[in-house]
């Protein structure tokens, strides 16, 4: 009996306590972690009945203390996540995933996106710690401004475009190298005191009316105006017309050298490089102690690189160097080079020449003429010689021009119309080399819905299986197209009947 009652209070026990038990193991695989948002240097207290374990992932983001048995310090120390895990000392266990973040994260994540979204076509998403940058068709500027943004916080993932067809700038520079003489004539020196010819100025931005040059023209006042009345506050240059007559005078006449006149096309904040020149050899000694040949260019060199403003304005960085070999001092590697250099940055509007002027070089002659045998006479000879001193000073010259290209420019198209007009008349045109090679020229009937081919031969005319309809090209000319006259259709038709006629006769 008593057997009996035992195990109805065994049955009874497991009957209570077995679901419980249960629950809670199975509270304890499904628990999930829960979410603690913390910034660096803050302290977060937590807590639990009691406290038997603490575990954190990573403690170089995070430092958990207890102070009692029932609460839990927590001290973020870098930014990042962790998780953390508290046992009680029952053990059951609770989750936490820990997110440290910077102090001021959300205050910087809101000035980025507030900068950004001043930018045109330019769209913004905080995710997380990100700001999710998006946009199509950006120009240029806005562009390099995203760019620029995203080197400076780690924070922006760029997923923007830019335009499909960048602006394209055409530039015209002209290398001339001109009489010293002849260019302070023309007042292209930067001065107040300048007479006659052309006057280059310049305004600051933000200057007090005050202007920084003077620049006029004595032929052309009124095509230049005066530097106050430039609406573009940046630096600007100005040259009269009559600037590139003069120069191809003096070219004819021999007095100036045009060293180069490249015309270069390029992309919107691409660079265009040139090269005039050759390439000398010279040897040297490397650290091995072998001799090797290398090879130094000489002549003009350029390398511009424009960027389009906002406001129009062309804002360039150009690199000119002119050398030439120099024959008086030769080396045991080899020759030396003169080298003339310059590298500067300018802004000019579209189709406004720049300047740049001030390389001089300087040629002294000697030369004498004397009657032999008497010349050689002391003190008398001096008065059968003659000697001639001369003097050459002339100055390397830089004119830039750079051209804001458009799609249909009406610019492009006549030097594109010209160049062709030219070749045209050069150059006869070329065979047409798409077209099948013939030994003898095709001639073709044509039908209402079908063409019929044939091939006359020195006895007979052989006609061919009818083909499709052939479009007539340049590479069968109108000559060659012949119609047959209907006599001829009759009299072949007349004799393949006759044929056909003679050889039933023949097999019966």
Do not use: C
Not at 200 to 209: D, Q, R, V
């Amino acid at each position: 009996m008593k057997s009996r009652y035992s195990r109805i209070l065994i049955l009874n026990f497991l009957l209570l306590h077995v679901p419980t038990i249960y629950q809670e193991a199975y509270a304890q695989t499904t628990n999930t972690p829960k979410a603690i948002k913390m910034e660096i240097g803050q302290i977060e207290v937590l807590n639990f009945q009691s406290i038997g374990r603490v575990a954190v992932g990573n403690s170089k983001l995070l430092n958990a203390t207890t102070s009692d048995d029932k609460e839990l310090v927590l001290f973020g120390l870098s930014e990042g996540f962790t998780t953390l895990q508290v046992w009680d000392k029952g053990g059951s266990s609770s989750s936490y995933r820990v997110v440290i973040e910077s102090a001021n994260q959300n205050k910087l994540l809101k000035d980025i996106q507030r900068i950004l979204n001043k930018i045109p076509n330019v769209k913004t998403s905080v995710i997380a710690d990100k700001v999710i940058v998006e946009g199509d068709k950006l120009s240029d500027f806005d562009r390099e401004k995203v760019v620029q943004l995203t080197k400076h916080y780690p924070q922006i993932i760029d997923m923007s475009s830019q335009v499909g067809w960048d602006e394209m700038l055409m530039i015209d520079v002209q290398i001339v190298e001109l009489p010293r003489q002849f260019v302070q004539q023309l007042g292209l020196r930067w001065g107040t005191t300048a007479e006659g010819g052309v006057q280059i100025g310049a305004t600051l931005e933000g200057s007090t009316a005050k202007k920084a040059f003077a620049y006029q023209s004595n032929l052309l006042a009124n095509s230049v105006g005066n530097a106050g009345a430039i609406a573009n506050p940046a630096f600007f240059g100005g040259i009269n017309a009559f600037l590139n007559a003069s120069i191809n005078a003096m070219a004819v006449e021999g007095q100036a050298v045009v060293l180069a006149q490249p015309q270069l096309t390029a992309r919107n904040g691409t660079t265009a490089e040139f090269l005039a020149g050759g390439e000398v050899p010279y040897s040297m000694v490397d650290d091995k102690g072998q001799a090797q040949t290398v090879f130094k260019p000489y002549g003009v060199s350029l390398n511009i690189t424009p960027r389009i403003q906002r406001d129009g304005t062309v804002r360039s960085k150009i690199n000119v160097e002119v050398s030439t070999v120099d024959t008086s001092m030769n080396l045991n590697g080899g020759p030396a080079l003169k080298t003339r250099r310059t590298s500067t940055e300018f802004n000019t509007k579209s189709g406004e020449p720049i300047v740049i002027s001030g390389f001089i070089s300087r040629d002294q002659m000697q030369s004498m003429t004397k009657v032999p045998g008497i010349a050689e006479t002391p003190i008398l000879g001096e008065l059968f010689k003659s000697r001639n001193f001369q003097n050459n000073e002339t100055e390397l010259v830089i004119i830039v021009r750079p051209y804001v290209v458009k799609p249909g420019d009406k610019t492009m198209k006549t030097k594109v119309h010209r160049t062709k007009s030219v070749l045209d008349s050069t150059f006869e045109q070329q065979p047409i080399l798409n077209v099948p090679i013939q030994d003898e020229p095709e001639k073709y009937y044509k039908s209402e819905k079908r063409h019929i081919k044939y091939i006359k031969t020195q006895s007979k005319t052989h006609y061919l299986a009818p083909v499709e309809h052939i479009p007539l090209t340049k590479a069968f000319p109108e000559r060659y197209i012949q119609k047959p006259s209907p006599t001829k259709l009759k009299l072949s038709r007349k004799s393949s009947r006759t044929k056909r006629i003679k050889a039933r006769r023949i097999r019966r």
